[in-house]
């Protein structure tokens, strides 16, 4: 399984970012997708996961700015980030639940917000 993602770079407070991220190989079934962020130091935090049953679910620091969207046919989640904060700044992971597989991750993709 691979995970690629993209969508990360520098933006000012304020603005939008859309991060995307496309799975390939050997995947039967995905039960989740979503992706986490970390900033050096700091332990992983969930930014969105979205079932394949349409749930979605979101960290508290995010509510309302970030939304969570994925194609589960196309194997492919993407995560559209608003009125970011300069603390949204971090390396953001997507990653995929298989059934009998577990968790996969990807690279992580910089995002910079200036104040």
């Known amino acids: 399984v691979q995970l690629q993602a993209s969508g990360g770079g520098l933006v000012q407070a304020g603005g939008s970012l859309r991060l995307s991220c496309a799975a390939s190989g050997s995947i039967f079934s995905i039960r989740i997708m979503g992706w986490y962020r970390q900033v050096l130091g700091k332990q992983r935090e969930l930014v969105a996961r979205?079932?394949?049953?349409?749930?979605?679910g979101y960290g508290d620091s995010v509510k309302g700015r970030f939304t969570i969207s994925a194609d589960f046919a196309k194997k492919t989640v993407a995560l559209q980030m608003n009125s970011l904060k300069p603390e949204d700044t971090a390396d953001y992971y997507c990653y995929i639940n298989v059934v009998q597989l577990g968790d996969s991750w990807g690279q992580g993709t910089l995002v910079t917000v200036s104040s």
């Open positions: 979205i079932t394949s049953g349409g749930s979605t």
